[in-house]
């Protein structure tokens, strides 16, 4: 099928890849004109396993280009997925949705002929139904340019299988045209076994932000019974192990550490607070705002322990941290715990320095007064202290012998729970975790 994509940026240029991939022509949509010329060259501004790959060869292919132009997008398809972003706003904690408005009606008036809208974009719930209207009101096909809602479920780091091997495809329609084409659309996955939910559209947008709302409550809660843990000498890890049997509760998600971060659960849960109170059902989702401070006092505490490790004092300590990206496999510094945390010690008076496998560049742009080092072992030469806060896999593979002559004192926190802190202690070290005993 021909279709486009509007919005380029990390989830346009992955459904557009893995689209292209699949055998459809694509026509991507960016306004950014940097952005826009990087992925014609086939390359792309961000990091995803396999997304450079796939989108080079299918630029290669040429089942996808690029472009500017709203006019070039309805004329070259009759199914459109709205991919653009919806960030915080900078007034409130409401989404912003201007960039969804914005393509809807930048797209609209060149849609002569029967069309579908697809919004994939995480939104308010009540906006699909605004923008089906203004659709209606400016497209010259009237009626016969519809909307639907898809919203997507991709986590960063598993993009691609995401895209291409759903857990679940949602289609929010209101007319049986629109759920017709999308099944065709689908067919692939449908036919591997991804289950479909149709709705209505109201539905379709709550479905993503009620997942990431439980994500968040989860992990914020496994966060708070590791401070329970740390009062009275119990070890979080086990009780997560023991709870996490339960069928009803499950072991995923249920590890205690530093927090979530990135660009969609913190500023989802915000959003979905606030559209709650403009409908008036504010206490429903009232507990959100503990979560969310929960999450947020996990980062506070590390900088405690950081700063009770070291003597109780930042100025002249070296502080050593592995990780600046939210979540390993991926760039992205957006609302990221690790890099939080560098900052403050940073401004606390200690010396930082930093390394994470992909994400030095983006974190540097961020947070330029932080020092950035090549390698995790640089990372801790002359430390005080080493944080792990990331927890990339090359982390797990050092030994305490990998360091014992690079640091100025052999202290480790493990803010995700995933080292041996037992090796650790045996090789001289003190060692502490989230919500785990200092033995």
């Given at each position: 099928?021909?279709?486009?994509?509007?919005?380029?940026?990390?989830?346009?240029?992955?459904?557009?890849?893995?689209?292209?991939?699949?055998?459809?022509?694509?026509?991507?949509?960016?306004?950014?004109?940097?952005?826009?010329?990087?992925?014609?060259?086939?390359?792309?501004?961000?990091?995803?396993?396999?997304?450079?790959?796939?989108?080079?060869?299918?630029?290669?292919?040429?089942?996808?280009?690029?472009?500017?132009?709203?006019?070039?997008?309805?004329?070259?398809?009759?199914?459109?997925?709205?991919?653009?972003?919806?960030?915080?706003?900078?007034?409130?904690?409401?989404?912003?949705?201007?960039?969804?408005?914005?393509?809807?009606?930048?797209?609209?008036?060149?849609?002569?002929?029967?069309?579908?809208?697809?919004?994939?974009?995480?939104?308010?719930?009540?906006?699909?139904?605004?923008?089906?209207?203004?659709?209606?009101?400016?497209?010259?096909?009237?009626?016969?340019?519809?909307?639907?809602?898809?919203?997507?479920?991709?986590?960063?780091?598993?993009?691609?299988?995401?895209?291409?091997?759903?857990?679940?495809?949602?289609?929010?329609?209101?007319?049986?045209?629109?759920?017709?084409?999308?099944?065709?659309?689908?067919?692939?996955?449908?036919?591997?076994?991804?289950?479909?939910?149709?709705?209505?559209?109201?539905?379709?947008?709550?479905?993503?932000?009620?997942?990431?709302?439980?994500?968040?409550?989860?992990?914020?809660?496994?966060?708070?019974?590791?401070?329970?843990?740390?009062?009275?000498?119990?070890?979080?890890?086990?009780?997560?192990?023991?709870?996490?049997?339960?069928?009803?509760?499950?072991?995923?998600?249920?590890?205690?550490?530093?927090?979530?971060?990135?660009?969609?659960?913190?500023?989802?849960?915000?959003?979905?607070?606030?559209?709650?109170?403009?409908?008036?059902?504010?206490?429903?989702?009232?507990?959100?705002?503990?979560?969310?401070?929960?999450?947020?006092?996990?980062?506070?505490?590390?900088?405690?322990?950081?700063?009770?490790?070291?003597?109780?004092?930042?100025?002249?300590?070296?502080?050593?941290?592995?990780?600046?990206?939210?979540?390993?496999?991926?760039?992205?510094?957006?609302?990221?715990?690790?890099?939080?945390?560098?900052g403050q010690l940073h401004l606390g008076g200690a010396g930082v320095r930093i390394?994470?496998?992909?994400?030095?560049?983006?974190?540097?742009?961020?947070?330029?007064?932080?020092?950035?080092?090549?390698?995790?072992?640089?990372?801790?030469?002359?430390?005080?202290?080493?944080?792990?806060?990331?927890?990339?896999?090359?982390?797990?593979?050092?030994?305490?012998?990998?360091?014992?002559?690079?640091?100025?004192?052999?202290?480790?926190?493990?803010?995700?729970?995933?080292?041996?802190?037992?090796?650790?202690?045996?090789?001289?070290?003190?060692?502490?975790?989230?919500?785990?005993?200092?033995?």
């Open positions: 099928m021909r279709i486009s994509v509007i919005g380029c940026g990390y989830l346009g240029a992955t459904h557009a890849a893995a689209m292209a991939d699949l055998g459809h022509e694509v026509l991507g949509m960016e306004t950014d004109p940097g952005r826009r010329a990087t992925l014609a060259r086939g390359e792309v501004p961000m990091y995803e396993p396999g997304l450079a790959a796939m989108l080079s060869a299918a630029v290669g292919t040429g089942r996808l280009r690029f472009t500017d132009s709203y006019a070039d997008v309805a004329a070259f398809a009759d199914l459109h997925f709205l991919c653009v972003g919806t960030p915080q706003s900078p007034e409130s904690l409401a989404a912003d949705v201007s960039q969804v408005v914005t393509a809807v009606e930048g797209l609209a008036p060149h849609l002569d002929r029967p069309a579908l809208v697809v919004g994939k974009s995480t939104v308010p719930v009540g906006t699909a139904q605004r923008l089906s209207l203004t659709l209606a009101e400016l497209a010259p096909a009237g009626a016969e340019a519809m909307l639907a809602w898809n919203p997507e479920f991709l986590r960063e780091g598993f993009a691609l299988q995401d895209t291409l091997h759903p857990d679940r495809i949602v289609l929010g329609v209101a007319d049986g045209r629109a759920e017709k084409v999308l099944r065709d659309f689908y067919a692939p996955m449908i036919d591997d076994g991804s289950p479909v939910v149709v709705t209505d559209l109201a539905t379709a947008e709550l479905v993503k932000v009620a997942a990431n709302a439980f994500l968040a409550t989860k992990i914020s809660f496994v966060n708070a019974m590791a401070e329970v843990c740390e009062a009275t000498g119990a070890d979080v890890v086990d009780l997560a192990d023991a709870i996490g049997h339960d069928d009803r509760i499950g072991r995923r998600f249920l590890n205690a550490g530093i927090g979530f971060g990135g660009g969609c659960l913190p500023k989802d849960i915000r959003a979905f607070v606030h559209r709650a109170g403009e409908l008036g059902v504010e206490d429903a989702m009232s507990f959100l705002r503990h979560v969310d401070d929960i999450n947020q006092r996990q980062r506070e505490r590390v900088v405690k322990v950081a700063t009770a490790m070291v003597g109780g004092r930042l100025d002249g300590a070296q502080v050593g941290v592995w990780g600046a990206a939210f979540k390993p496999d991926s760039d992205d510094v957006r609302d990221s715990p690790a890099l939080w945390v560098a390394y994470d496998p992909r994400a030095n560049a983006s974190a540097a742009r961020v947070f330029p007064p932080l020092e950035y080092a090549e390698s995790a072992v640089e990372a801790a030469r002359g430390a005080h202290l080493v944080l792990h806060l990331t927890e990339w896999p090359e982390f797990r593979e050092i030994t305490p012998g990998d360091l014992d002559d690079v640091v100025s004192r052999r202290r480790l926190f493990d803010g995700r729970n995933v080292l041996d802190l037992d090796a650790w202690r045996s090789a001289g070290w003190t060692a502490r975790a989230v919500g785990r005993p200092e033995r």
